[in-house]
């Protein structure tokens, strides 16, 4: 047995194990500490389920229990009745889309890093940095060439295209980690270079639903042409609240076609759609998400389950609000907060990131994510989620103030 060598490339511990370890340790070093932790480092929801989810599922659960509605394997891609509310809430984005271009899955997190099946070792990948660590790992794991684009201030943390030629582009827009969103000039210049270069554009746009401010793309296909270049990943965990249910979907377009050319020694005529890749791939290796979680997911995208959910993001945008306001306040550079439920600042006092992450800890027990983890751009940046419970959020704030204006209250 040989194993595959290019684990040994990537870094020896997930990013949010890592810090969960460090977090850990510090609460048994320190038990008298140890119910004054507040976490804001992995964007995990803290609101439960929107009660039509909850009543949804429970009528599925109940399904199940009935010899003449229970239901064993669904199918792979997703049932249709899911399908087709997501083909409804795009069309009401004035996006057209066919129920078969959408593929259900257990969340954006696994369908990045499982897209990678569909293309070959030798394409170079190209990504922005910082960035969502499973888009590295995984083309690490893979053995795949990867090119790095600077995500700075100087760009808005937006990089666009630079000269160089990559077959597969990452973007994410809301960011993790930056908060930053492509604005529909800079994503229109990725869908043309994607097209002048044979390329395709893997586009994650889970955190969607955050962005307030309009003329802000929500879809990579509000760019005319993205249907011919471009896969879509979305979720339901940070709308939603599944973060623990699992459930979100990947657009992958009848239009995205690899030319045969491309495919040295096969004949045949006609290109090659990916849409047909990967449902192959997901028949194969995927059994779809269960039917109660489906049905749940389905409640979302009613017209009730729509403001309910929206309910929660107003939750969640007003802990960004009470962040900035106090980064604001303290004179700490930040981006994000607006349109992202994630804020990106500056490490103060030139402090470097996971040296800014103990700092926290040990000095206010405040949790967040070191700009590091997310690569080298990172350094110096650190990031807060405006996911944790509202009291704990206000009350971290009010440590950060006391810390950072010198009179720490602990
Ligand atoms: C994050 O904190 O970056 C995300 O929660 C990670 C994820 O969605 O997998």
Not at 134 to 149: E, P, S
Not at 206 to 221: H, K, M, V
Request: net charge negative; glycine share 8%; with cysteine.
């Amino acid at each position: 047995m040989k194993a595959n060598e290019n684990y040994l490339n990537v870094k020896e511990s997930y990013l949010f194990s890592d810090i969960a370890k460090r977090v850990n340790n510090f609460m048994e070093e320190n038990p008298d500490k140890k119910d004054k932790v507040i976490r804001l480092g992995i964007g995990d929801v803290t609101l439960p389920l929107a009660p039509v989810v909850v009543e949804a599922m429970t009528k599925a659960v109940a399904e199940m229990g009935v010899k003449e509605t229970f239901r064993g394997y669904g199918p792979e891609q997703g049932y249709d009745f899911l399908r087709n509310k997501i083909v409804e809430y795009y069309k009401k984005n004035i996006i057209s889309i066919e129920a078969d271009e959408v593929f259900i899955s257990d969340g954006a997190k696994s369908d990045v890093g499982n897209i990678t099946d569909l293309f070959d070792k030798e394409n170079t990948v190209m990504i922005p940095d910082p960035v969502y660590p499973v888009y590295v790992d995984t083309n690490i794991m893979n053995g795949r060439k990867i090119i790095f684009l600077n995500a700075t201030d100087e760009n808005d943390f937006c990089p666009t295209p630079i000269g160089e030629k990559a077959d597969i582009i990452y973007l994410c827009s809301p960011n993790n980690p930056t908060g930053a969103v492509y604005t529909k000039e800079k994503l229109r210049q990725w869908v043309d270079y994607a097209l002048a270069n044979d390329a395709v554009i893997l586009f994650d746009a889970a955190y969607e639903l955050f962005i307030t401010e309009d003329n802000l793309p929500r879809s990579i296909y509000e760019i005319d042409g993205a249907k011919r270049c471009a896969i879509e990943f979305c979720s339901l965990s940070k709308t939603a609240g599944f973060t623990g249910t699992r459930c979100g979907y990947t657009i992958v377009p009848h239009d995205l076609k690899v030319k045969r050319s491309k495919l040295l020694g096969r004949k045949g005529d006609g290109d090659i759609s990916l849409n047909k890749m990967w449902l192959r791939r997901q028949t194969t290796k995927f059994n779809g998400v269960s039917y109660i979680v489906q049905r749940g997911a389905e409640a979302v995208f009613t017209e009730e389950g729509q403001k309910q959910i929206r309910e929660n993001l107003g939750y969640y945008q007003q802990n960004a609000k009470v962040i900035a306001d106090t980064m604001t306040e303290l004179g700490i550079e930040f981006a994000g907060g607006i349109n992202s439920p994630y804020i990106w600042l500056k490490c103060p006092n030139h402090m470097g990131s996971w040296e800014f992450f103990d700092y926290l800890l040990e000095n206010i027990m405040v949790v967040g994510t070191p700009g590091a983890g997310f690569g080298k751009n990172g350094e110096g940046y650190f990031r807060l989620t405006s996911f944790g419970d509202k009291d704990k959020t206000i009350e971290a704030m009010k440590r950060f103030k006391a810390l950072f204006s010198g009179s720490s209250e602990e």
